[in-house]
């Protein structure tokens, strides 16, 4: 990379990242660790997350579920007027705010309005339908709070109604981190940047790991970083960026999963692993494969095909993963 475009595709500098974390360190954020009551990747750190799987229930979960390749609309970016901040007070504002984008689930209801509680989606062309709104409701591109002010300019049957929304589930919001980490696979973010070291925490890096790739998914340009410099320290990761870890020692200790399941790529081998091990290490099967076929480069290529159903029944034998390998869950 030219030495301009590095200095071209820095977020901002260094010292006003650092007043950025200096003001996360003050609500709760530490390097290395993420905190429940200040997650960045929740909604609002004041604000009760409802389950997506029960609206009824209150939780508030510590990290978006990972699903690689989730199916929901392709849509333009909506928030790359803030993604490349200038100033500390717009970086501060990107750690803090969610927008709201297509394919996010919202929770909408009015207090003392029977049966006005509606779990509604936002649509490709980031509008939501709430019935008692009256037409459809533009709300890509705002804030939950600037949703319910534009609800409650339109609900007729209640003077001053008192309306709520929550994002239920996430899902515009994306990042891809991949190589070598123990959760790589598809992130949700639930603010419109994170610093990095929230995104290190949670993808969990093998020890080893010496650099990262950043990917931008706005400007397409790619930054590599040396994960114990100080130039990582001062980087935010947008929705759209694409993140790999790299070790230059970690070739010949890991095996590589591919298809169905839940966290597709590198898998290190600490000591001896069976299929099951590794199907679990890549966080378990997606949708309902029935066969895994293990190459093996240092055997000639060879290959090994077996039916999942019959090895997790006993029925066929476990077998073993070796550092090299290449498993096809298919």
């Known amino acids: 990379m030219r030495n301009s475009d590095h200095k071209k595709i820095m977020s901002f500098p260094l010292r006003c990242v650092t007043a950025i974390f200096a003001a996360a360190a003050a609500s709760g954020y530490a390097d290395g660790q993420v905190l429940q009551a200040n997650n960045p990747f929740l909604?609002?750190?004041?604000?009760?997350?409802?389950?997506?799987?029960?609206?009824?229930?209150?939780?508030?979960?510590?990290?978006?579920?990972?699903?690689?390749?989730?199916?929901?609309?392709?849509?333009?970016?909506?928030?790359?007027?803030?993604?490349?901040?200038?100033?500390?007070?717009?970086?501060?504002?990107?750690?803090?705010?969610?927008?709201?984008?297509?394919?996010?689930?919202?929770?909408?209801?009015?207090?003392?309005?029977?049966?006005?509680?509606?779990?509604?989606?936002?649509?490709?062309?980031?509008?939501?339908?709430?019935?008692?709104?009256?037409?459809?409701?533009?709300?890509?591109?705002?804030?939950?709070?600037?949703?319910?002010?534009?609800?409650?300019?339109?609900?007729?049957?209640?003077?001053?109604?008192?309306?709520?929304?929550?994002?239920?589930?996430?899902?515009?919001?994306?990042?891809?981190?991949?190589?070598?980490?123990?959760?790589?696979?598809?992130?949700?973010?639930?603010?419109?940047?994170?610093?990095?070291?929230?995104?290190?925490?949670?993808?969990?890096?093998?020890?080893?790991?010496?650099?990262v790739v950043i990917r931008r998914g706005v400007t397409g340009i790619t930054e590599k970083f040396l994960l114990t410099g100080p130039a990582i320290e001062s980087q935010l990761i947008f929705p759209g960026d694409s993140i790999e870890f790299l070790g230059p020692d970690l070739a010949d200790r890991t095996a590589k999963v591919t298809g169905s399941v839940r966290h597709p790529g590198a898998i290190l081998i600490n000591a001896r692993m069976s299929l099951t091990q590794l199907i679990e290490a890549a966080g378990?099967?997606?949708?309902?494969?029935?066969?895994?076929?293990?190459?093996?480069s240092s055997d000639g290529a060879k290959s090994i095909t077996v039916e999942i159903k019959a090895v997790s029944k006993s029925k066929a034998a476990d077998p073993e993963v070796l550092p090299g390998d290449l498993i096809e869950i298919g």
């Open 284 to 296: 378990g099967l997606s949708g309902q494969p029935t066969r895994a076929t293990i190459k093996r």
């Open 43 to 211: 909604p609002d750190p004041r604000i009760r997350s409802v389950s997506s799987q029960d609206t009824a229930a209150i939780s508030t979960p510590s990290i978006s579920v990972i699903d690689p390749k989730p199916e929901r609309p392709v849509v333009p970016i909506i928030y790359a007027s803030i993604q490349r901040a200038s100033s500390p007070s717009a970086a501060a504002d990107a750690v803090s705010r969610y927008l709201i984008g297509p394919g996010d689930k919202l929770l909408i209801t009015i207090d003392g309005i029977e049966r006005s509680t509606k779990k509604v989606v936002v649509g490709a062309d980031g509008s939501v339908d709430y019935p008692l709104a009256g037409s459809p409701i533009r709300a890509a591109g705002k804030t939950s709070s600037e949703v319910e002010s534009e609800i409650s300019g339109k609900v007729k049957i209640v003077s001053q109604p008192k309306v709520s929304v929550r994002v239920a589930e996430f899902v515009s919001h994306t990042v891809e981190v991949s190589g070598a980490v123990e959760r790589p696979g598809t992130k949700f973010l639930q603010r419109e940047a994170i610093p990095f070291f929230v995104l290190r925490a949670e993808s969990i890096p093998f020890a080893g790991v010496n650099s």
